[in-house]
């Protein structure tokens, strides 16, 4: 299994742009996960889905931001429009049996 | 509401010698306790979890990690430590829904040759 893929692995955007962010979770996982990762912050949950629908969007820090699962193997998250401050690296992340999620390797942001 | 507290940012230790990450808890009810570790550039990996039994868990790459109910910690142990072992290490517990989770701010390893 070729584990969570995420893309683009880097994007650098200009403050106002759209951005979307990818992911494909393993086959079979039915949880897929949305985080983000700053150095002020840490590691927080933005977004949860269970099979394809979203649980919790609590940790979503406005409006702005956006989450879709339309099916099993593919979600989105969508910044529009970006910020300077929605810098930090993104984590896609997916689970089948509780509590055990397989990260993917993230995409860096950068808005300037 | 459930939290995890990892008391050190940064732990240093010698190649050879035995490494302890530091962990402790507030959940309500039963602890589920998870260690995860991030390698420069990846994404978290799994590496340990505590549900119930033996206090000590054993996990990936020669960790354990030991569960202390009345100290309310679950601090990540290694007898050996290897320079690869360098990377950021997080302490997790389950969130109020259940499949998220809350995680520690994170302690940096550095294994030193």
């Known amino acids: 299994d070729a584990g969570v893929i995420q893309s683009p692995r880097h994007e650098v955007t200009e403050m106002g742009q759209e951005v979307t962010l990818r992911c494909k979770p393993i086959?079979?996982?039915?949880?897929l996960f949305w985080y983000r990762q700053t150095m002020m912050r840490g590691l927080e949950l933005l977004i949860y889905?269970?099979?394809?629908?979203?649980?919790?969007d609590s940790g979503m820090p406005e409006d702005r931001f956006s989450a879709k699962m339309p099916n099993a193997s593919f979600s989105t998250l969508k910044i529009q429009p970006s910020e300077p401050r929605d810098s930090a690296v993104y984590f896609c992340?997916?689970?089948?049996?509780?509590?055990?999620?397989?990260f993917g390797p993230g995409t860096r942001l950068t808005v300037t | 509401a459930q939290s995890v507290a990892q008391p050190e940012d940064q732990v240093n230790v010698a190649e050879g010698n035995p490494l302890t990450v530091k962990c402790t808890y507030s959940?309500?009810?039963?602890?589920?306790l998870f260690w995860y570790v991030q390698y420069p550039n990846r994404g978290l990996q799994f590496l340990l979890k505590?549900?119930?039994?033996?206090?000590l868990v054993k996990g990936s790459y020669g960790f354990e990690a030991e569960f202390n109910k009345s100290q309310t910690s679950f601090h990540l142990k290694k007898p050996s430590a290897l320079v690869s072992d360098s990377a950021l290490y997080f302490c997790?517990?389950?969130?109020?829904?259940?499949?998220?989770?809350?995680f520690g701010p994170g302690t940096r390893l550095s294994v030193l040759p």
């Open positions: 992340a997916s689970s089948r049996r509780i509590y055990e999620q397989y």
């Open positions: 086959s079979g996982h039915d949880y």
């Open positions: 889905f269970n099979n394809n629908v979203p649980i919790d």
């Open positions: 959940v309500s009810g039963n602890p589920y």
């Open positions: 505590y549900i119930t039994g033996d206090n």
């Open positions: 997790a517990v389950p969130g109020n829904y259940g499949q998220n989770f809350v």
